[in-house]
């Protein structure tokens, strides 16, 4: 089954302890994204990826890392948290190629920083 | 830049109720567009795309056409139920800039 498997679904850390969440897609797709959802902001984009040790920022990068050691994997790293990155997390990957362009997502990680 | 501006919610409906969702966007050339769906606790996932002016893309009941010249992408269906309570996403896709750009979302609640 074709898929964006993101982890953990749900997080509760403290302000300044390092973290990671897992994005794993099994399409083979070039592109893989990070967007946060808000109340209102509809989804933002985080950071954006169009291959292997190809990455960019989007339009909220602050206070966020990624990498792309391997096609299938995009994990996203906030090195140390804060209150305002209190948010639900999604992963998105999606074919540049074949003319497919419409996104998969992940479930999706509800992080909350206290 | 590009953009995607869709109507504020929350819209309610009573069930068998006919929905429009609106959506227009601004960009430059010619984007691909999408209706992407929100259910409770999941992700999002595409309801319906068009590539091209004057497309209509349909699923489920749901349909939006392509309209270049009032550069919008409506949302419709003729009949809604309870199980299209959801949070409703209009996006484009730009293949130049390799990124799709999202509306605020709007969402649906249906009474049965």
């Known amino acids: 089954e074709a898929q964006v498997t993101q982890n953990p679904r749900y997080l509760i850390t403290v302000t300044g302890k390092k973290l990671t969440v897992t994005c794993s897609q099994n399409?083979?797709?070039?592109?893989m994204s990070w967007y946060r959802q808000d109340p209102g902001l509809g989804l933002r984009q985080i950071y954006y990826?169009?291959?292997?040790?190809?990455?960019d920022k989007g339009d909220v990068p602050e206070g966020y890392k990624v990498s792309r050691k391997e096609k299938r994997n995009f994990p996203l790293i906030l090195e140390s948290p804060s209150p305002n990155q209190t948010s639900l997390y999604f992963c998105?990957?999606?074919?540049?190629?074949?003319?497919?362009?419409?996104?998969?997502f992940g479930q999706g990680t509800r992080l909350t920083v206290v | 830049g590009d953009s995607v501006t869709q109507m504020e919610g929350p819209v309610t409906l009573s069930e068998e109720a006919f929905l429009t969702i609106n959506c227009t966007y601004t960009?430059?050339?010619?984007?691909?567009l999408f209706w992407y769906v929100q259910y409770p606790g999941e992700g999002l996932q595409l309801l319906l795309k068009?590539?091209?002016?004057?497309d209509k893309g349909s699923n489920k009941g749901f349909e939006a056409t392509y309209r270049k010249e009032t550069t919008s992408f409506h949302l419709e269906k003729g009949s809604v139920q309870v199980s299209d309570s959801a949070v409703y996403f209009c996006?484009?896709?730009?293949?130049?800039?390799?990124?799709?750009?999202f509306g605020a979302g709007t969402r649906l609640f249906v009474k049965a």
């Open positions: 068009a590539t091209k002016a004057d």
């Open positions: 996006a484009l896709y730009h293949t130049g800039g390799f990124k799709t750009i």
């Open positions: 998105a990957s999606s074919s540049l190629t074949g003319g497919r362009t419409e996104a998969f």
């Open positions: 960009a430059t050339g010619y984007p691909s």
């Open positions: 990826s169009m291959n292997v040790e190809v990455t």
């Open positions: 399409m083979n797709h070039e592109y």
